[in-house]
């Protein structure tokens, strides 16, 4: 199949022999070796397989398994990744047209569920942490609540891309004072439960979406929805369908069976190993190399995150990034100017890990003295009209440095610190600008905005 381009990359890629730090977490390992011959349980919803979105078994036992496991009173098994389980858990918490308290840290499928509901969204921003989005201060969202009493739900990421974990029992708290849900994006913490940590529903979260690929060996796209049960399970089967596909996967769906019976099984060793190594990981990085680490120190932390800091070396986190692929094989998941965050999970191995800390030994790394930047502080957003309307109106691009008084048709987003600047239907500001000019874009840097004056 010389001229299957896509399949002969991808087998290319495999022939690295990469250390892969980053998702799904199988790491190209067969994991579940149960998947290894996968064409003769390719199935769709025929007699005998059940229906994911009418509640079938042996579907909805299968569910059952992963409910108990994380502590949920129900969950939901989808195919179309942590994406159709936020949509799922937005669309079935809050009314069309509705208002949603979030995380301004949040995914971009978040944006795409406003748009395409036409909801109102009110952020509430999360304290920043050395250049990253940090922990979300709980009088800030008790604020936005009394603010906005017609609110629906209240919307948080935890943990984040960088390892951030939020205080959610304090946060289920508040938002249950105020009689409305709390909804997680726990897409990057599947893991957690075997490492110690309460799942964000054990927690007090009234619905959490979780991808059981980032972390977990599960296909990738494969993802799970935990509810506590304040939102019946039926609303969960109507509201999936209208984000995902009608033929979904039956090796996705059986991938995430076989990862939770992995995880109650070999698999809780292999992440409480994990954990360990990434902590004896840190203090070694931070003793022997020019980089060192977040740690919880700082923030709460996933125990499998190892998220390297590049601030005070010669390098950035994009060109360690780059060297660690082109020299030595190693791919991280994601890289900023301050960080490279890689992603560890039970799958890595000794060999990964002693090849990671043997490239960050590497000479050519060296801590150098960086004067201290003061970050301007982050504006207050101007809304002017629908995330819907923003998003599908008519649109342009233009210069940053004619984009003043514009107003915004895809989210600004600038790394460090990865939260939205300017979202869909807020008016661009010249204090907008300046932020960008510190030290992102220039001037010439396009900007999608809305066509026409408002």
Request: glycine share 8%.
């Amino acid at each position: 199949m010389s001229d299957a381009r896509l399949y002969e990359q991808l087998r290319k890629q495999a022939a690295r022999k990469a250390a892969r730090f980053h998702m799904p977490g199988h790491k190209g390992r067969p994991v579940l070796p149960e998947l290894n011959f996968p064409f003769p349980i390719d199935y769709t919803e025929i007699e005998g397989t059940g229906n994911l979105y009418e509640g079938d078994e042996p579907i909805l036992s299968a569910e059952r398994d992963a409910a108990r496991y994380y502590g949920a009173c129900d969950c939901l098994f989808l195919t179309g990744g942590s994406t159709q389980a936020l949509m799922t858990a937005i669309g079935a918490a809050v009314p069309e047209g509705g208002t949603l308290i979030l995380d301004r840290n949040c995914h971009k499928s978040v944006t795409h569920a406003m748009a395409l509901l036409d909801l109102t969204p009110v952020f509430v921003v999360p304290e920043p942490l050395d250049g990253m989005p940090g922990l979300l201060d709980a009088q800030d969202v008790e604020h936005a609540l009394r603010q906005n009493p017609q609110a629906s739900a209240v919307l948080v990421t935890s943990p984040n891309y960088y390892g951030i974990l939020q205080n959610i029992p304090q946060l289920a708290e508040i938002c249950h004072t105020h009689g409305v849900p709390l909804l997680v994006d726990a897409a990057h913490g599947a893991h957690c439960k075997a490492v110690g940590l309460p799942s964000p529903i054990e927690q007090g979260a009234d619905l959490a979406a979780v991808s059981t690929h980032k972390t977990l060996p599960a296909w990738g796209q494969s993802a799970i929805l935990l509810s506590s049960g304040r939102i019946p399970f039926d609303t969960l089967l109507e509201t999936a369908p209208l984000f995902g596909t009608s033929s979904p996967s039956y090796l996705l769906l059986a991938s995430i069976d076989l990862a939770r019976a992995w995880l109650e099984g070999d698999g809780a060793q292999a992440y409480v190993q994990c954990a360990a190594r990434v902590q004896a990981l840190r203090r070694e990085i931070a003793q022997v190399t020019a980089f060192d680490t977040l740690t919880e120190e700082k923030a709460p932390l996933d125990p499998c995150r190892l998220t390297i800091r590049c601030t005070n070396t010669n390098v950035t986190g994009q060109e360690l990034s780059a060297i660690l692929h082109e020299d030595f094989a190693i791919d991280a998941e994601m890289a900023d100017a301050n960080y490279l965050v890689c992603i560890c999970t039970g799958a890595d191995t000794e060999r990964d890990y002693a090849r990671l800390m043997g490239a960050l030994r590497d000479k050519r790394f060296c801590a150098v003295s960086k004067p201290h930047r003061q970050p301007l502080p982050f504006p207050e957003p101007e809304r002017v009209c629908s995330v819907r309307k923003a998003w599908f109106g008519a649109k342009t691009t233009v210069p940053l440095g004619n984009s003043a008084g514009k107003i915004c048709a895809r989210p600004i987003t600038p790394y460090p610190p990865g939260v939205p600047l300017v979202y869909p239907g807020e008016r661009i500001r010249q204090v907008h600008i300046e932020f960008l000019r510190d030290g992102w874009y220039t001037d010439t840097a396009s900007i999608c905005v809305m066509d026409g004056d408002f």
